[in-house]
């Protein structure tokens, strides 16, 4: 049971919570070049990807870039002109198929290029972008992304990309839509000879060239999407262990500061109980064959696919704080936790629409609890997640608009982990529970995903249609209400300020009894034994209110 009165504290969620202020106010008319943004455009669907070779050199002198994108795709479809994207004030110089330069047109961030050579179905061909300019600068990384230059105490550089609210194409060129990932990916940066990149996937090897500089090949084995593809780089050291987990040895290796080697070394050993309380939940890490790093990042923190970045100042708690209020939020590092959560949501199953980014944030959410469960018990994780309420503004629905990337509201966070914690009561059965948690990581491996096919899946696995739960709390705004009277000896009840419909079984205790109720939108009683003093609490860990119609 919640009161019905919420306030709204200033949380700030990290790892892609980029909502400002224009976000929520602006119920905005879309334009065309969101639809060319967010849309599977004719000139993005006939193709298919199948490999990205990124290289890109950085000039940390002047702050700018140069380098090339071949991008390998299958011919779903006949289609001459292929969209790829890439935003000022960064300028494609060239497209080539086969060696040949090809004409090609600007349309904002999206540029038309027209295929000379027949495109045949089932043929497998590369383009090559080649581009150069200043990328866009983070004023707020990483929930307003770009490029971040900055320095490490010593003076040396330290440089990383952070893009997911502003996209991948604000320094690579690609398609920038989640909906098609690239099944594998080549990385190639160059830096100064003094400094490292990491990026994602393992790495390959290092080529030193006459000019000083050096070249950092890394491979990633695995579908990748676009906003989790990074860079950085600095000064680092690199530690590293092995963790035995489901799926045999899985390499973790941490790059961090040079001064910062020691705390590292401390604060990373929450890595191993972490996996362990994941794989249980969840399943094998996704991702073995690349490897699971943690990466020191110039900003709070991101979750890179199998190079999470870092930056949470090597303490728990976010930036030392407990987001819930409960006090367990300082038994783990956030950053750590919530990051590498995504793993699992987010990097492993993937929205195919932004709109859909609840399926990233109130999963991962809800992996903090769930990590706590596995560490600390049931309780801590219940005082977590409710604590965790103080943060939910209601104010726009959790499902953003489709077709033209656009976000639902900042409570994809804090309600998404309720919605789910609400979930797990409904099922009773922490095996059930833990089993469809398992079984979504298994369905829709590697994949990207609607939030609709989640939903599904998730009534079939508990038998009991959700659909109207998933409206409520996904399409809609308001918190359930669970009216009640008492009166002659019976007890009516129903469900309010919900849609119609609306079936959330819940655990209640009426007059001391503990009972399961399946109220709809319409009145039912049942008789009690009527009581001097009668009483209904509704188990708190149900994201509900409740309201005594005859109350005082
Ligand atoms: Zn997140």
Avoid at 488 to 506: C, D, M, T
Wanted: aromatic residues 14%.
């Amino acid at each position: 049971m919640i009161s019905i009165k919420f306030r709204s504290i200033p949380i700030f969620l990290v790892c892609s919570l980029f909502f400002g202020l224009t976000e929520v106010i602006a119920q905005q008319e879309f334009s065309r070049q969101d639809t060319l943004r967010g849309s599977i455009t004719e000139e993005r669907a006939w193709w298919d990807l199948n490999y990205y070779h990124l290289e890109v050199k950085v000039n940390i002198e002047d702050s700018s870039i140069a380098g090339s994108n071949l991008i390998r795709y299958t011919v779903l479809e006949p289609g001459q002109t292929m969209q790829v994207d890439l935003q000022e004030p960064l300028e494609i110089t060239d497209f080539q198929q086969d060696g040949e330069s090809l004409d090609f047109v600007r349309e904002g961030s999206a540029f038309f290029v027209t295929l000379e050579k027949k495109q045949v179905t089932g043929d497998v061909n590369d383009v090559v972008v080649e581009y150069a300019g200043k990328p866009v600068v983070a004023e707020n990384p990483p929930w307003d992304g770009g490029f971040t230059w900055t320095a490490d105490s010593n003076g040396k550089p330290f440089v990383a990309t952070s893009n997911q609210g502003i996209g991948s194409s604000v320094w690579w060129p690609n398609k920038d839509h989640p909906y098609d990932e690239t099944d594998s990916m080549r990385i190639s940066i160059t830096t100064p000879g003094d400094l490292m990149d990491v990026s994602n996937g393992r790495l390959e090897g290092v080529d030193e060239h006459s000019d000083g500089t050096k070249t950092w090949n890394w491979f990633v084995s695995n579908p990748i999407n676009n906003y989790g593809v990074n860079i950085n780089i600095g000064d680092y050291v690199h530690f590293g262990e092995i963790y035995d987990g489901e799926k045999g040895e899985l390499t973790l290796d941490y790059y961090v500061l040079r001064d910062n080697e020691e705390k590292a070394r401390k604060q990373f050993k929450q890595v191993k109980p972490m996996l362990d309380a994941f794989e249980h939940w969840f399943g094998p890490y996704p991702f073995y064959e690349d490897g699971y790093k943690l990466v020191e990042a110039p900003y709070l923190g991101m979750e890179h696919q199998s190079s999470v970045t870092y930056g949470n100042g090597y303490e728990n708690g976010y930036l030392g704080r407990d987001l819930s209020g409960s006090g367990w939020g300082l038994k783990f590092d956030f950053i750590i936790i919530h990051e590498t959560g995504h793993e699992w949501f987010a990097n492993n199953i993937t929205y195919a629409d932004v709109a859909d980014m609840w399926v990233h944030e109130g999963f991962t959410n809800y992996s903090e609890s769930l990590y706590l469960d596995y560490h600390f018990g049931t309780q801590a994780a219940n005082e977590y997640v409710q604590g965790l309420r103080l943060g939910i503004n209601n104010d726009r629905p959790l499902m953003g608009t489709h077709g033209v990337y656009h976000r639902g509201s900042g409570d994809i966070y804090n309600k998404g982990g309720n919605l789910l914690h609400t979930l797990r009561q409904v099922a009773d059965d922490d095996s059930l529970w833990r089993e469809t948690l398992r079984g979504l990581n298994r369905e829709f491996y590697h994949q990207t995903v609607h939030s609709k096919q989640i939903e599904n899946f998730i009534s079939e696995s508990f038998g009991h249609d959700l659909s109207k739960v998933f409206d409520q709390y996904l399409r809609d705004t308001r918190i359930p209400t669970l009216e009640y009277a008492f009166r002659n000896g019976s007890l009516s009840y129903r469900w309010g300020n919900a849609v119609s419909g609306f079936n959330l079984p819940v655990d209640v205790t009426v007059n001391g009894k503990d009972i399961r109720l399946n109220p709809t939108t319409g009145w039912q009683r049942m008789e009690v034994e009527e009581k001097e003093t009668n009483q209904l609490v509704v188990d708190p860990n149900y994201y509900v209110g409740s309201f005594d119609l005859l109350g005082e």
